[in-house]
């Protein structure tokens, strides 16, 4: 790809597309939600849709960056990058529907930043409007994303992340976060993966 650069990392202001970091978090989400879902007592069908959104929910990331190159070669405004970084689920589910997968993947993919309480994104769903698998996943990228190293902050330690958490609790199905919360209690952040250099030779 021609807009990676030698550091593996998509240049950017509020977007930094980092493929090893990406693919992480993937992994990462990816392990809770599945763990969150058996917990759940979920299908066996339902708990490997949820795991696979889980690893693939960002992927529109990839398109994200290349729409945002250029629109910075023409004077883009760092203020206006926030719709963009907005867009990123629409261009995974696009991404994912044109590769055949199911719609019950797609729907997982496309609604995991939307909140129990209305206030999420791309459609603005409230409650039960919201695919189940996505509301699994919202809780999961969330915790995943605090407890991870960013460019702009250290993570957070488990229990600040899920006081942090508790606190936005109106965001979340509870149902979904009380199981999600014995699941942290057991495990921690021991889920959080950490790719190896021999994990990424094929990039």
Same mark, same amino acid.
């Given at each position: 790809?021609?807009? @990676?650069?030698? !550091? ?14 990406? @693919? ?23 708990? *490997? ?7 693939? $929910? ?43 997968? /199911?719609?019950?993947?797609l729907e997982i993919v496309r609604?995991? $930043?939307?909140? *129990?309480?209305?206030?999420?994104? /791309?459609?603005?769903l409230r409650g039960e409007e919201? /695919?189940?698998? %996505? ?25 600040? %992340? ?15 976060? @009380?199981?999600?919360?014995? @699941?942290? $209690? ?6 959080? *993966? $950490?790719? !190896? ?7």
């Amino acid at each position: 790809m021609d807009i @990676l650069n030698k !550091s593996g990392t998509f240049t950017g202001r509020i977007v930094d597309y980092n493929i090893r970091e990406e @693919l992480e978090h993937g992994i990462y989400v990816s392990k809770l939600a599945r763990a969150t879902a058996h917990d759940m007592h979920l299908s066996p069908a339902m708990v *490997y849709n949820i795991a696979l959104a889980g690893l693939l $929910h960002d992927i529109g990331k990839l398109k994200l960056e290349e729409e945002m190159k250029a629109e910075r070669e023409s004077g883009f405004l760092v203020t206006e990058e926030i719709k963009y970084v907005r867009s990123h689920a629409r261009h995974s589910f696009k991404i994912l529907e044109e590769r055949g997968y /199911p719609l019950e993947i797609l729907e997982i993919v496309r609604y995991h $930043h939307e909140n *129990y309480d209305g206030t999420g994104y /791309p459609s603005h769903l409230r409650g039960e409007e919201i /695919p189940l698998g %996505a509301r699994v996943v919202r809780v999961c990228d969330v915790f995943a994303a605090l407890t991870t190293d960013r460019p702009y902050r250290q993570r957070f330690t488990v229990e600040d %992340a899920m006081q942090m958490m508790i606190d936005e609790c109106m965001h979340y199905d509870m149902q979904v976060f @009380l199981h999600f919360q014995r @699941l942290i $209690h057991r495990v921690g952040s021991s889920y959080q *993966y $950490h790719l !190896s250099e021999g994990d990424l030779t094929w990039l």
